[in-house]
């Protein structure tokens, strides 16, 4: 089992290097800005664990959760493949209502999943409540060019890449208006952005 999802892994890092994204090298680049890196570190999202696997490998361990079980199971089996599933603490959980206490973690990332999401206020509610008042929130996401390029890889394969109708500057200027200080990274395909707690 463990083998056969690494295959369908790789499978989909190259189908998207072919199409010009290389997963991995945007995961890194996320990281990368994120530094310093520090304390308690909660992943929103986990999806099948493209980012949790170079969170992992850089030796971070750090708590992820998904609304989907199916999901998180694939990251999981992804993980394994590389032997650092025990640097992750895996819980199935809304990001509407998140059952942590508040300011609980330092460091929060959610990557590629606002654009999924019908009340993208509502979650980042929720991640700025558990957010520690000396730690920070990263969101990524696709840019137009990398949503542009997720819908050609799924309509290659007969589907279909839905997307909702926000996008991380609305994300951005909703936390601006409450005062949260504001950092921006941008590679051609992936946007960054950085929240940190207001000053006081």
């Known amino acids: 089992m463990v083998i056969e999802n690494h295959k369908r892994y790789l499978e989909r890092i190259t189908l998207y290097k072919n199409f010009g994204y290389d997963i991995e ?87 590629n999943m606002f654009h999924h999401l019908e009340n993208p206020f509502k979650v980042i509610n929720e991640l700025t409540r558990v957010t520690s008042f000396e730690g920070k929130i990263i969101l990524s996401d696709f840019s137009k060019e990398g949503l542009e390029l997720v819908d050609k890889v ?24 409450k005062k949260f200080r504001i950092e921006k990274h941008r590679s051609k395909f992936q946007e960054v952005i950085i929240v940190c707690q207001p000053n006081i």
Not at 156 to 161: K, L, P
């Open 25 to 111: 090298g945007e995961r890194k680049f996320i990281i990368e800005k994120t530094q310093p890196i520090y304390g308690d570190i909660l992943e929103v999202g986990t999806g099948k664990g493209y980012f949790a696997i170079e969170l992992a490998k850089k030796g971070y361990k750090f708590r992820s959760v998904d609304i989907s079980k199916d999901e998180q199971e694939l990251a999981r089996l992804n993980l394994e493949y590389f032997g650092l599933e025990k640097q992750v603490d895996f819980k199935i959980e809304d990001a509407e209502n998140l059952s942590f206490e508040d300011k609980e973690f330092d460091i929060i990332f959610s990557v």
């Open 154 to 177: 799924h309509k290659s394969e007969g589907r279909v890449h839905p997307a909702g109708i926000f996008n991380l500057n609305d994300i951005a200027k909703f936390l601006l208006d």
